[in-house]
């Protein structure tokens, strides 16, 4: 098996930004900590699969979030989704089926400094403004958890030092 490049960059910018955005305020990514990849996944099957299928929907970008425990930020490229103690990195676009359901391939990382990201899966159901979304290790096959994400809530949350 032909091993891809991942590159992993993270930029602190700060921590934690304490309102969540309303009506038209601007959803960009803002003032966290910001990750950037660049995975080329798009190649193996799976998840990737999923994302290049024909009648697919993107998941709405700008900010999804459950208070106090995940923060995920929606681009057309991807995205990045911050936990208090760890970090993932979507590397393809989020797009869902007919029924909602989706998959993407990315990276999960803990620790304060996020090292050493191992291949993950994000996957779950969007519901309108609702996500339920269940992150795997790809080696392990192990879940390191489920949320209930809200589109436009920016979370706030203390991060590990």
């Given amino acids: 098996m032909k091993t891809r490049p991942l ?17 038209d305020q601007d959803l960009t990514l803002g003032p966290t900590t910001d990750l950037i990849a ?7 099957q799976g998840a990737a699969d999923l994302t290049q299928q024909p009648g697919l929907t993107d998941v709405p970008a700008g900010a999804w979030g459950q208070e106090g425990r995940a923060d995920m930020k929606v681009t057309s490229i991807g995205g990045t989704i911050q936990f208090p103690c760890a970090v993932g990195v979507l590397s393809e676009p989020l797009r869902y089926d ?15 400094l996020a090292r050493d990201p191992a291949p993950a899966r994000f996957s779950g159901q969007v519901n309108g403004t609702q996500m339920d979304l269940t992150i795997t290790i790809k080696a392990t096959g192990k879940d390191v958890g489920s949320w209930h994400l809200t589109y436009g809530l ?8």
């Fill in 38 to 44: 660049s995975n080329d996944l798009r190649g193996g």
């Fill in 7 to 23: 590159t992993l960059l993270v930029l602190i910018l700060s921590c934690c930004q304490s309102t969540a955005p309303s009506g």
């Fill in 154 to 161: 920016q979370a706030t949350f203390p991060r590990c030092l």
């Fill in 98 to 112: 007919a029924q909602g359901h989706f998959a993407a391939d990315g990276t999960y990382a803990t620790g304060p």
